[in-house]
């Protein structure tokens, strides 16, 4: 394989939204970012200030009426917003996750139907494919699919459902032909009000507390036929197809909680003064921040083109492309957060790894990127198996 990225560019109207998006983080959402993490409760300031801006779905087009943003605008949107507040940064990120499948391989019915709905702020969309029993290998899962007449019924139980509960809809990924393995896998919309279904107690979570995590439970959920995402047996193939475009979100994700992390590190050191002058006239201290934004630039540029990989195949450029980059940002910008956040409560000393300074938020919120959406072990395998076929 001899993958093929064309370079990224910013454009003037991609700078203009990252000053747009800061400014808004910095006054609606940074505020409550420690109350959000202490309480662990949902957003409901940052969201109601995110559709307000009309920044809570930018990646839906303008045919549903959304801003019809770009994958990279919508990366931007997402890193500013982490920066500020990694739980929040989930509402654009997760809208996108859930809606994606949607976009990619759903009736023209369903897109009418779902995303307007999203883009109207009116709803908030998960993606419900990992169980008890099947993470990493999700075709593993037991949820069913059995179809009756025109409706289908599922049953069975989907976990670490972000924005569970708080999300009005959800694509859930059923068996509905157990002989085909993952070809007999199906994707489905299920809405929060569907008789049978119920939510598990939410997750007590190290970090990104304020983005709920629960149980998605199906008792006899009896939804109608038409809300089949494709066709049957296409649902992990899209399930697939939906990861290679929004690991790219969580790679923009670390890279905001990264740059918070650094911004404030860059300030404390600034001011702090041991010895009789500032930590940061230290060579020590000066080689640790130029490691930080070392890192961070080379996962940003990463990530961009990764960003811009990603609307290319939407376009219609080669998938593998996508598959490989987008793992491979997400991978690097993941571990550069955690290794960042941990250099910024390094050099707070004692002050990072109390709550009263945000850093210690930051690198507990930095771990979960090395995890969802593919653990970073997964992704290693996927790119490895796009090297070697």
């Known amino acids: 394989m001899t993958p093929d990225f064309p370079l990224y560019e910013l454009s003037e109207e991609h700078r203009l939204l990252r000053e747009t998006v800061r400014a808004l983080a910095d006054d609606k959402i940074a505020p409550t970012a420690a109350e959000t993490d202490e309480t662990a409760e949902f957003p409901q300031v940052a969201y109601e200030a995110l559709v307000q801006a009309e920044l809570h779905a930018v990646h839906i087009p303008e045919a549903y009426e959304g801003a019809g943003a770009d994958a990279l605008a919508t990366a931007i949107v997402i890193e500013e917003v982490a920066r500020a507040c990694a739980s929040s940064s989930l509402i654009p990120a997760v809208n996108k996750l859930g809606t994606v499948p949607i976009l990619l391989s759903g009736s023209e019915d369903l897109k009418k139907r779902y995303l307007s709905a999203v883009a109207r702020?009116?709803?908030?969309?998960?993606?419900?494919?990992?169980?008890?029993?099947?993470?990493?290998?999700?075709?593993?899962?037991?949820?069913?699919?059995?179809?009756?007449?025109?409706?289908?019924?599922?049953?069975?139980t989907k976990r670490w459902i972000t924005n569970a509960g708080v999300s009005e809809y959800y694509t859930v990924m059923a068996v509905t032909d157990p002989s085909q393995g993952a070809h007999g896998i199906s994707a489905f919309v299920v809405e929060k009000s569907d008789a049978g279904v119920s939510f598990g107690a939410p997750e007590k979570k190290l970090g990104i507390k304020g983005s709920p995590t629960r149980e998605v439970i199906m008792d006899d959920v009896r939804i109608p036929a038409d809300r089949i995402i494709g066709e049957e047996g296409t649902g992990f193939r899209t399930a697939l197809a939906t990861l290679d475009h929004t690991r790219v979100t969580i790679a923009a994700q670390a890279l905001g909680i990264a740059q918070g992390a650094l911004d404030y590190a860059v300030?404390?050191?600034?001011?702090?003064?041991?010895?009789?002058?500032?930590?940061?006239?230290?060579q020590g201290v000066q080689f640790m921040l130029a490691d930080m934004a070392m890192k961070l630039e080379a996962a940003r540029q990463l990530t961009y083109a990764a960003a811009a990989q990603s609307e290319r195949a939407i376009l219609g450029a080669r998938q593998k492309d996508l598959t490989f980059i987008s793992s491979a940002a997400k991978c690097f910008a993941s571990d550069a957060a955690?290794?960042?956040?941990?250099?910024?409560?390094?050099?707070?000393?004692?002050?990072?790894?109390?709550?009263d300074y945000p850093v210690e938020r930051m690198m507990r919120d930095a771990k979960i990127t090395q995890i969802y959406e593919g653990t970073n072990q997964i992704q290693r395998v996927v790119m490895a198996r796009q090297l070697l076929t």
């Open 121 to 156: 702020g009116e709803a908030l969309f998960s993606y419900a494919l990992s169980e008890p029993e099947a993470g990493s290998d999700a075709a593993a899962m037991k949820t069913k699919a059995v179809r009756d007449g025109d409706h289908w019924v599922l049953n069975g």
């Open 338 to 355: 955690m290794e960042i956040t941990t250099d910024a409560v390094q050099l707070l000393g004692g002050y990072g790894y109390v709550r």
């Open 267 to 282: 300030g404390y050191v600034k001011e702090r003064k041991q010895f009789g002058q500032p930590i940061s006239d230290f």
